[in-house]
């Protein structure tokens, strides 16, 4: 039996049917490049959904987990404790613009997510205020796939539909309407200035993506919301919860989304390229003023504890990624992949069933008017020799920031090939 069927028969893909669609073995990957089982190379453009930004197999990120291979690969990190796990999270203290004393590690960004807001309501409990139970957020936005992460997902294309019984109903102000490049006015906050004001007392905390709504939408918004949202918070005395899980490590251009805003988060939460894609990790860092509440409050202690927290190798391949963005070129390879992205995903515009096409940082997207066929259009981008996943109206490519411009021209002509040939076909 092959692969393929041998997977149809037992295996369950994210967000499919018992038998998911369209399905290509990967055998290996290197750089930018993903090989299939049939021999056929893929050019990479979706970074393993965020994660792989220096491309695969980096020498520096294997070496480093080979290495604590050798030693260690993992120990519990209830009572005992590792220098990669310390190293890595006073680094991420160093690295994070804002004033934050303790990292919390985890494996998932949705566990992340799940602990900035366990964190958030313990803060609240702490200072005796029981009533503040509700998180404010945008909508549009994605927060991850377990349930109190999925309660600040979009309701409309996040899971309240389907769940919605299961899940605590929270506070949504519109999407931030004002684009990333235009100019702000006070009345694109106005929705969000409103439900802040008047839930004051009820809201634990407000939780965003900083300046890309990733999943929700690929949409990319003013970094002057954010700041205004930052203020709004400091004015109701409300914590701000940073998502960065998607937006973290360069991929907007700067090392931070919130940085083209110059705000900060009392929380914040980071994974996906952590590790430069090569292990899964998560962390949720959280400000002194908010450590020193929940430590002298009951019961003291942070209630959260994933048992494979802080392992070992990943908090390695971390620290090894964390050297690459130190000493390679990121920000000029970024600012290259947008420049290019801008002018070769351009010409989609005047396709039909194109929406809009907009560029920020190594990021370019093409929404469409219609969802995509993936049943079609997957197949299509393979036969072109690139890897890229479109969701629902959205076409997408976020490379590894390795890519060199021949091959991010390859992706960007496939866009258009696909788009032009196939699905407006
Ligand atoms: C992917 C993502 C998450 C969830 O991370 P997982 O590792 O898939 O659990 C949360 N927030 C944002 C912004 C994301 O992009």
Redesign the pocket.
Known sequence: MSMLERDRRRVWHPYSPPQAGPLFEVVAAEGVRLSLADGRELIDGMSS??AAIHGYRHPVIEKAVAEQLERMPHAMFGGLTHEPAVRLCERLVEWAPGNFERVFLSD??????EVAIKIALQYWMARGEFGRQKLLTVRG??????FA?MAVCDPVNGMHELFGANLKSHLFAERPACRFEEPFEERHIEDFARTLRSHRREVAAVIL?PVV???GGMWFYSPVYLRRVRELCDEMGVPLIL?????GFGRTGEMFGSNHAEVSADIL?L??ALTGGTL?L?ATLVSDEICGVIAEGEPGALMHGPTFMGNPLACAAAGASLDLLETTPWRNAVKSIEAQLRVELEPCRTLPGVADVRTLGAIGVVELAEPVDMAKVQPAFVERGVWLRPFGRLVYAMPPYVISPADLSALTGAIRSVLAEVHCA
Do not use: F, L, M, P
């Open positions: 959904w965020w998932s960004g949705s566990v992340a997510v936005g994605y927060h991850g796939d377990t992460t993506e709504q990733g999943a998502d960065e899980i998607a937006t939460c994974g996906k899964t998560a």
